[in-house]
C-alpha cells in the first residue's frame, strides 16, 4: 500500500453522488476529510458502503455525513464556505508578518546540527550594522499586514546586543506611530544574558526563547560551547530564574520562556527523560520537533540524523507520555505539534504557523533577513544561501517592497507549494491542515516542489498525522486534547488582542 | 507553438511501445485500458509506486497505457506479484479519487468563490500600511530614535574600541583559558 493508502481493486464505487472528499485507510476504520476541513471516522463496512453509495437517507450516518459535506446533493454552501474561511484566513492577509532577523552570524556553541551556519564570536564582521538595522526595520514596516511580529535569530543575537536593541526600540515606535501591532521574539541560548538584558526584554514586552534539547548530557552534546563547557547548566538555571519570577508576578506571566527541542540521533529514546526535565521546570509546552536536513545539518546527517520511521517512534512516545502526564486533568504539559495540529483539525482555525500552510509561507507569511540586509524567502533559505546557493534571495532591504514580493523565486515557491497542484498531496486526507516546504525540498531532492512519495518531509507530517488521529479515538486522549484547546495557547498574531505598539503575549513558533 | 522537432517527439511519444511486450526479468507489466476514465488514474497509480518501484508509462495497444514497474527492493516472483497487486489497488483507489475529483470541480470552485466574497468586506478593511513611516513619526519621535542611534553608535565604538565581547557569563572563553581565570582568582 503506498504512503497514501489505496482501496483493494474490485471494491464496488458509486462516485455520482460522492461530494469531494480525501480518505485514508487505518484498517479497521478510514478517514474521511474535504477541502473545508471537515473530516468523519468511518468503520471499514461504512466506508465501504459510502463509497458504493449505499448509505440511505434513513440512516443517522447519511446525516453526519451531509452535515460535514460529503453527500453532494445535501451540501449547505454558505456552512461550507465559512469552515473553509475560517481555517485558511492565512491565504487572505496580505503581507508577510513573521520576519525573522539575523543580527549576527556568530556564535559561542557549536551545535551539532546546527543548520543556522554560525561562524566564531570572533568574526565580527558578520554582525548586522546599525544602518542595515534601521534599514530592515523600516523595510519590514512597509508589509501591508497590520500585524508584526520580529524574531532575533542566530548566530547567538545577543552577541549583538547594541543591535538588537536598537531594532526592538525603533520598532515599538514605529509601531506605535503607524497603531500596529507589534510582537517580539528573541531567540537566544541564555548563555549571554544578564540582569540587565532581561530587565530590558521583559519592560519592552519581548518573548523569550530558547533551545533545550534535554537532560545534561544530551544537551551538551548536542550544542557544546566552543572550548567546551556546560551549556545545558546555564539554559536551565536561566529558565528557572524566569519561571520563579513569572511565578510571583502576575505582571510577567505572559512572559513565561518558551524552549525549542531538537530531536538528534542521540534523543532518541529519551523522550520521557526529556519531558520530565521540561515539566520539572515548569514548561507549559514541549516542541518535540525532528531535525532538519538543511545546511550544516545535512553534511553530518549520517552522524545525527535519522529516518523518519525513527522520529515517528520517538514522538509517539513522548507524546503518549505527555498524555499520561494530562491523564489526572490540571494545566499539565502540552506538546505543540499536536496543538498546532488539533487547532486546526479539531477547532477547524488556523493557528498562524508557517511551517505547515499553503503556499508554503516563505514569502507569503514570513521573510527572512540577514545580516547584510539581504532578504532571504526563510531562515532556511538563508542556510541554503550560507552554503553557497543563493537561489531563495528575493532582494535586499534596499529594494522596493514590491520587487521582493514579486521576487520569481518567490512566485516559484508558492507554486510549487500549492498542494492542488501536487499529485499526492491533492488526493491526500490531511491535505486541509498540511503544508509544503520548497527549501527543504530543494535541499532533499534538489526540487522546490519535491517528490511526496519518498519525501522524508511527508513521511514524517504524516506520520504525526496518523499518531494524532489514532489518539483522537482514545476517549481519555480526547478529553486531554479537548483541555488543551480550551486552554487556547496557539494564537500569536492575527487574531491577537493586542492594542498597536504594544507587546503581544506568545512567541512566535 | 512547438517547434517542429518538438511536434515529431510528441507524434514518437504517441505510438504505441516497441518495447518487447513480455517483461524482462525483475519487472512487472501491467496493460490498462483507459476507457472514460482516462489516463490521469494510471499516471496517478504509477507515480504512487514510486517509493517501492521504478515506473515507466507508456503508449500501449489502441486505447491502452503499458506500465512497466521495476521493484526497488528484491525482485522475486513473490515480491513482483505482491507488486502488481498493489499497483491495482492503487489503480483502484485512484480512479474513485479522480472521479470524485472531476464530479466536484464545480462545487469545490463554487465554495471557494463563497468564501472569497465572504472574505471580501475583511480584505477591504486590511488596507496597506504607508509607506514611509518616518513622515508619521511626531518631532519627540524623531528626537527619541536619533538619541538612541547615538546611544547604541556610542556603545558599539566603546566595544570595538575596547575589543571585549559582551559576555558576561565567560562563554567564549575556551576551557583552557577559563581554568587559568579560576587559578589565577583562587590564587589572590
Redesign the interface.
Known sequence: MSRLTSLPSGTKTAPAGLGPFNFRDFGAWVLLTNDWGRWLMLDKPDFERFVAGKVTPEEPLFEELCDRGFVRDRMDFGDLATSYLKQTSFRLVRGPSLHMIVVTLRCNQKCQYCHSSVVDPSRTDTDMDLDTAKRTVDFIFRTPNEAICIEFQGGEPMLNWPVVKFVIEYAQAKAKAQKRRLLIALVNNFTLMTEERLDFLIEHGVSICTSLDGPADLHDRNRPFLGGGQAQEKVVSWVRRLMTMAKSDDLRKPYLPSALMTTTKFSLGRAREIVDLYRELGMEQIFLRPLSPIGYAKRVWSDIGYGPEDFLRFYAEGLDYVLELNKDGGDGIMERNALILLTKIVKGEDPGFMDLRWPAGAVLGCLAYNYDGRVFVSDEGRMVDHQGDPLFCVGTVDDPWTKVLDHPTARACAAASNLETQPMCAQCAYKPWCGAEPVFHYEMQRSIAGQMPTSPWCAIHMGIFDILMKRLREPAARAVFDRWLERDQCHWQENGPTPAGQPVTEVAP | MPTKKTRRALARRAQPSKRAARPASGEVVVSVKLGAAGSEPV??AA?????RAYALVEPGAAGALRVTLRPKGARGAAELAALK??F??????Q???W???R??AP??E???E??????GE??AR??????P??E???DD?RA??ER??AE??T??SE?NREKK?????G????????QDAEKGRGAE
Open positions: 499516471l496517478g507515480y504512487m509506486m514510486m517509493d497487486t498493489s491495482e489497488d492503487e489503480l483502484a483507489a480512479r474513485l479519487r472521479a470524485v475529483a464530479n466536484n462545487v469545490r463554487y465554495v471557494a463563497n468564501a472569497i466574497a465572504l472574505a475583511f480584505a486590511a488596507q496597506a500600511a504607508p509607506e513611516a518616518a508619521q513619526l511626531t519621535q527619541e530614535i538612541l542611534i547604541v553608535e556603545e558599539i566595544m565581547l559582551p559576555d558576561p557569563n562563554a567564549t572563553r575556551s576551557w583552557e583559558a577559563a
